[in-house]
RNA sequence: GCCGAUGUAGCUCAGCUGGCAGAGCAAUGCUCCCGUAAAGCAUAGGCCGUCGGUUCAAUCCCGACCAUCGGCUCCA
């Protein structure tokens, strides 16, 4: 779509959004807060004594399309700012004059309203000449949501309503369609449909449980990253699941990630002696990690290090905890146990910008081996905002090199990316990656993260070719982010059909009838020792029905085995995605699976 | 954690105004021995998310809690 058109579009859904909140002042008398276009529509907040619910949607559509007929002119205002607050305050727009004080304070001067009929606010416009600009066909409420007021959960709650807004009728229909296939994709149903893993209340909720094709495809992805690291320069480390409460005091993750963290374990007696509530002869506190740092940089620190030894590449797939609030949680997307693909590079200051580099090709390499288009990823500079320095560890001089270094290598790599200040983590300013699911929502995966913090804390040096002592730069990378998390945005990326090499059972083979089982065994021994990971259907049903199920399995290739192939060397194969079978020579056969394992790029 | 919706068999879902809980698939057993998207018969499977309340009687009405989903906040 032209980028005129797409402003175009924009102007309609900001101005369906003030439609939506004249009728909701209208019909309940609510009190309007923000209301923006955003993509593929728009959302009000307001506040409203009446607790708006589904039920209501249809009604206030309604009163939209009642507006859009009434073709109301929408005109321009401009008022001085404190005439403008008075005139909000008057109104009891208590919401938009606490905006527009917030502009005053600012500096502004003048603000400017919209007026539609009886209705209007303040806005930066630009808006619609006239609510019958639009067709009262080419938008629908979706959904209702509380929100907090200026996005800050210490202010109140009010309400939200989601609408979808295109240019028709026919356009609408298109994005509902559209919805409706993609939740097909959806990794909680894949997996489920694929047996790949489930989460259990009886274990705990975040903690998910991998199943055995699940398992193997996280094997299969973790085999992958193992060996590109070495490729890559990287040495593996190990470190264990609880550490010292000393430590977490050490990396500053007991002050500044509190929120997040399980509460200590208490060490220093047995399970059985705390249920008999015996006194604790010397307790000890022991944390679960939510992170892997500290234990990389006791490894660096447990013998001198020479400026000779770096950069060192450090990594590890390891297992951390961190205590999200329930409702926060979402399927594999966002769990409290999960395993990052993490690593630290420890290296000088005149080290920095080539790993920085290195990382982001990195980065970018492994996003195109699993089939991500670098225009379906969002790139995040994620700064500090100075405005709220209790959130962030250390000095200014360090935020502001940290933040230009990583600015410019991301812009040395031709990176479109956007700054978003307040993103940043405690420790450093880092470049995120951000991949879409499903249904749109931006989850983080890949992120690089330049610390200049922890070596401080833990006082990390090494002795550099003068002979003086050293800090060094440590910089914290994970290039999935965390498994659980990109495993989900892989299923719903290939809708559970894998590429070869990705899928849990390559080759499905199906039996005629009886008499040809023991046949199929020998053909799937046969394959499995040639690696190819094949299952045998050998059910008492009809072919018919076996293909059926088979295809619902979504493995690359279904072989089905009768007399025919039991007498020749012959196969016959059904391609995913083909209603056609094909027949091959078994070496032949082999040959191509090999080779389909080997083109993983 | 907050706002809203939802919760019936392993899965997908029916179940009207309160009156003994239902189907298909899957499972198990038997029959059939079958060539590319559902063979036949039979069996088993339920604390209707949990706990309270109202009622002669609750899957259904009310309340609390738990979980899931969509948002908010937070985040890999």
């Given at each position: 779509m032209s980028q005129q058109k797409n402003q175009q579009l924009e102007i309609l859904r900001?101005?369906?959004?003030?439609?939506?909140?004249?009728?909701?002042?209208?019909?309940?008398?609510?009190i309007p807060a923000v209301g923006p276009a955003i993509?593929?529509?728009?959302?009000?907040?307001?506040?409203?004594?009446?607790?708006?619910?589904?039920?209501?949607?249809?009604?206030?559509?309604?009163?939209?399309?009642?507006?859009?007929?009434?073709?109301?002119?929408?005109?321009?205002?401009?008022?001085?700012?404190?005439?403008?607050?008075?005139?909000?305050?008057?109104?009891?727009?208590?919401?938009?004059?606490?905006?527009?004080?917030?502009?005053?304070?600012?500096?502004?001067?003048?603000?400017?309203?919209?007026?539609?009929?009886?209705?209007?606010?303040?806005?930066?416009?630009?808006?619609?000449?006239?609510?019958?600009?639009?067709?009262?066909?080419?938008?629908?409420l979706t959904k209702l949501a509380g929100a907090y007021w200026k996005g800050d959960e210490k202010n109140k709650m009010i309400q939200r309503i989601y609408g979808v807004a295109f240019n028709d009728r026919k356009e609408l229909k298109k994005y509902l369609k559209m919805i409706e296939e993609a939740e097909k994709r959806d990794h909680r149903k894949l997996g489920k449909e694929l047996d790949l893993f489930h989460i259990d209340e009886k274990v705990g909720l975040g903690l998910p449980l991998w199943h055995p094709k699940g398992a193997?495809?996280?094997?299969?992805?973790?085999?992958?990253w193992h060996q590109e690291h070495l490729r890559n320069g990287y040495e593996l480390v190990k470190s264990p699941h609880i550490g010292n409460r000393i430590l977490w005091e050490t990396s500053?993750?007991?002050?500044?990630?509190?929120?997040?963290?399980?509460?200590?374990?208490?060490?220093?007696?047995?399970?059985?002696e705390k249920q008999k509530k015996q006194k604790v002869k010397e307790s000890e506190e022991y944390l679960l990690k939510p992170m892997n740092c500290p234990f990389h940089i006791q490894i660096y620190k447990n013998s001198p290090r020479s400026y000779k030894e770096l950069p060192m590449r450090w990594a590890e797939c390891g297992t951390v905890y961190?205590?999200?609030?329930?409702?926060?949680?979402?399927?594999?997307?966002?769990?409290?146990?999960?395993?990052?693909?993490?690593?630290?590079?420890?290296?000088?200051?005149?080290?920095?910008?080539?790993?920085?580099?290195?990382?982001?090709?990195?980065?970018?390499?492994?996003?195109?081996?699993?089939?991500?288009?670098?225009g379906l990823i969002n790139v995040y500079l994620s700064l500090r905002d100075s405005n709220k320095k209790g959130k962030y560890a250390g000095d200014d001089k360090g935020w502001e090199f940290t933040e230009k270094m990583l600015r410019k290598a991301a812009q040395n790599k031709r990176l479109n990316f956007i700054e978003e200040k307040g993103e940043a983590a405690f420790y450093g300013p880092k470049l995120d990656f951000k991949l879409k699911d499903c249904l749109g929502r931006e989850w983080q995966c890949s992120t690089l993260q330049f610390d200049f913090n922890l070596p401080e804390r833990f006082d990390m040096t090494f002795v550099n070719n003068k002979g003086?002592?050293?800090?060094?730069?440590?910089?914290?990378?994970?290039?999935?982010?965390?498994?659980?998390?990109?495993?989900?945005?892989?299923?719903?990326?290939?809708?559970?059909?894998?590429?070869?090499?990705?899928?849990?059972?390559q080759v499905k083979i199906i039996s005629v009838s009886e008499s040809h089982i023991e046949y199929c065994k020998k053909l799937a021994q046969e394959f499995k020792e040639k690696n190819i990971r094949t299952e045998v259907d050998e059910a008492n049903e009809t072919v018919g029905n076996k293909?059926?199920?088979?295809?619902?399995?979504?493995?690359?290739?279904?072989?089905?085995?009768?007399?025919?192939?039991?007498?020749?060397?012959?196969?016959?194969?059904?391609?995913?995605?083909?209603?056609?079978?094909?027949?091959?020579?078994?070496?032949?056969?082999?040959?191509e699976v090999l080779g389909k394992i080997n083109q993983k790029r």
């Open positions: 900001h101005s369906l959004s003030h439609i939506m909140m004249q009728a909701l002042e209208r019909l309940y008398n609510a993509e593929n529509g728009f959302y009000h907040d307001f506040d409203c004594e009446r607790q708006i619910t589904e039920s209501d949607l249809p009604k206030i559509e309604e009163e939209m399309k009642k507006i859009i007929k009434e073709n109301l002119e929408i005109e321009k205002q401009e008022m001085e700012i404190g005439k403008g607050v008075e005139f909000l305050k008057n109104k009891n727009y208590r919401y938009t004059a606490e905006m527009a004080e917030d502009l005053k304070a600012e500096g502004e001067i003048k603000i400017s309203f919209y007026k539609q009929g009886e209705f209007i606010n303040m806005c930066k416009g630009p808006h619609l000449a006239s609510t019958g600009k639009i067709n009262s066909n080419s938008f629908k193997m495809l996280w094997r299969l992805v973790e085999d992958f500053g993750h007991w002050g500044f990630f509190n929120e997040s963290m399980y509460p200590p374990i208490e060490i220093g007696q047995t399970l059985k961190r205590f999200e609030k329930k409702g926060e949680l979402s399927g594999l997307t966002r769990v409290r146990g999960f395993t990052q693909d993490d690593a630290h590079i420890i290296c000088s200051a005149d080290q920095v910008e080539n790993e920085l580099g290195r990382v982001i090709d990195f980065i970018l390499y492994i996003f195109k081996s699993f089939g991500f288009d670098i003086e002592d050293e800090r060094p730069f440590v910089l914290h990378r994970a290039l999935f982010g965390s498994f659980e998390r990109f495993i989900a945005l892989l299923i719903e990326h290939y809708a559970g059909a894998f590429p070869v090499w990705l899928s849990p059972v293909i059926r199920k088979a295809v619902q399995e979504k493995p690359p290739y279904i072989l089905v085995i009768g007399d025919k192939e039991m007498n020749s060397d012959r196969l016959n194969v059904r391609d995913r995605g083909q209603r056609e079978s094909r027949e091959i020579s078994k070496q032949d056969f082999i040959t």
